[in-house]
């Protein structure tokens, strides 16, 4: 995988609503060490607390290109950041970015990046020709997160145990699927932009074989019990070939999000349709644990419910944010041992 | 959707081998009224037992396109089929094909067809910007054809049901999901080369609302027990939203096609898990039945399967080639009723 040019300068764009942010919080919290500085419009109302500066400041520190860390509304950049991006171009910078739409489709960058000798890395597109799935074993260890739903925790959960298992002596590698998660490791797949023959063989390139000893913590996507996204799930989970997952989960959600009309599945079921399923290219596959969100909870709330639960399944249950994942981790040295 | 421009003049290149004419044969069996002829090179040894026609012969006859009606092995064109559809270009045809490789990328082809004002449909490649999933139930019923593997039937089962249905004076319309299918009805969508977060927002725009007594008899593709395509056979039934499924298979099959590492499921189990995945979005999901590719039996040993079967599953049984579909048809009527 070719790596994305960091260090950045993390671009907030005129956004005045911190939920637009996550990518560049994302990348402040978890690759503190990729970025240099962020960079805002004089509309913005929101800041990351980094250094503000300006492409060329940032380029004479070191920088090698501005990442875009803001979803733009409706998901296609607005015409009034474009002499933004063009200046960063001039200061030196090549572009990153997770969206939809490609840098690369919009002449006035690309003209723009062809005269100066840059790259616009759209990191959403892969640019990797893959392979159909073999379903064959191969060496190393592997752990997904998987959901009950969408944006639950996945990436924060792997990225969390990845930072852990090594922080404790041990060799591990996150392996991300998605836009931000793809930024803050500096490479990875965009497994739900890949062509849908082509899911769980881009899973298996993602995470090759590797030593005994090396886990892959792969970031999962969607869920079984997603109506438009079940299939994404189901082919990273064949191509994963976990050996152990956790199941992400927030306990006060009662439907799917954005989907009122499809109900929450039982914790048991759901547990059990992903060793099922999971199965078929793994035989060995097993639970971690579940790893909430409880950021809506009281406290006691959260421990009477994670009592409960744990109990009920016979499993660790944490909210990393709270709990941390040592739960998990203790689940990750059974298998290797 | 675009109709693709029929009647056809369907080019077999220089083709020795039947198996690799799967699409000709196809057009010729289910959509003889798309037909005009057939042209092959000198080389070619493969019949289908039309009359052959020169490309200017056919389009003096009315033909609309050649259509390629074979697999070059390894799927690409190769060089020695160019100057045949260049000359298919000049004697006033478009040209049809369903290869991964897309002929508007061979730089000759393109600059024929911009030149004389003709058009290259890559019918694997969808030009439709699909959305997401929705999950929400729409008017009308639906029957999806499944499978314990691929390539065991789940065309030609569709195809013989639709076309049954609509002679019995009922309403359906058969939905192609591959290339072969896709030239038949003259339009589709290929859903395996759909980006992957769109599988089953293609599959619902490719089955959409209708009239309470019509059915979509839709081909399905892959299977929940294939290591590679198992998140396209979900994404695909999540979408389809199918009131009854035809699980098709193939008695003599131990393993997976090309997948000697991944045995075939109990049939049993299959059934139970295509209806627990498919409830997601249509609670009241059912089997219609098995269909079988029985052309390896004798006639004694796939009486036997078919009783002892139908028996263990309280389920038809048949072979649509040997026994038509008239058993599934029954399931229909009652889901009609």
């Not at 764009?13 to 970025?35: C, I, M, Q, S």
């Not at 969408?150 to 990225?159: E, I, N, R, S, V």
């Not at 109900?263 to 644990?289: F, H, K, S, V």
């Amino acid at each position: 995988m070719t790596d994305l040019p960091s260090p950045y300068l993390l671009f907030l764009g005129d956004t005045r609503n911190e939920t637009y942010a996550k990518t560049a919080f994302g990348l402040r919290d978890w690759a503190p060490e990729t970025v240099i500085g962020e960079y805002a419009m004089p509309e913005a109302t929101v800041t990351l607390g980094l250094e503000r500066l300006t492409p060329a400041e940032a380029a004479s520190r070191g920088a090698r290109a501005l990442l875009l860390g803001i979803a733009p509304v409706g998901g296609a950049i607005p015409a009034h950041w474009l002499s933004e991006l063009v200046a960063a171009l001039e200061a030196g910078l090549d572009i990153v970015a997770g969206l939809h739409q490609r840098l690369a489709d919009i002449p006035e960058l690309a003209a723009t990046a062809r005269r100066l000798g840059r790259t616009l890395h759209d990191v959403r597109h892969p640019t990797v020709s893959f392979s159909t799935g073999t379903g064959l074993p191969r060496m190393g260890k592997r752990l997904l997160t998987v959901g009950t739903d969408c944006a639950l925790g996945k990436k924060y959960t792997a990225l969390a145990i990845a930072k852990r298992w090594r922080a404790l002596g041990g060799n591990a590698d996150f392996r991300a699927t998605g836009q931000t998660g793809i930024m803050i490791a500096g490479h990875g797949v965009a497994i739900d932009a890949v062509v849908a023959d082509f899911i769980a063989g881009a899973a298996e390139w993602l995470s090759p074989a590797n030593s005994a000893d090396h886990w892959d913590i792969i970031e999962g996507q969607g869920s079984l019990y997603h109506p438009a996204f079940a299939g994404v799930t189901l082919g990273l989970l064949h191509g994963a070939q976990p050996d152990l997952f956790v199941l992400c989960h927030d306990p006060t959600r009662g439907t799917i999000y954005g989907y009122p009309h499809i109900p929450m599945p039982d914790l048991a079921d759901a547990i059990a349709l992903y060793e099922q399923l999971g199965r078929l290219t793994n035989p060995a596959i097993a639970c971690a644990g579940i790893s909430i969100n409880s950021s809506k909870m009281s406290d006691p709330e959260r421990q009477d419910w994670m009592a409960r639960t744990s109990d009920r399944l016979g499993l660790p249950v944490a909210d990393p944010l709270r709990d941390g994942v040592d739960a998990f981790i203790q689940r990750m040295q059974t298998v290797t041992a």
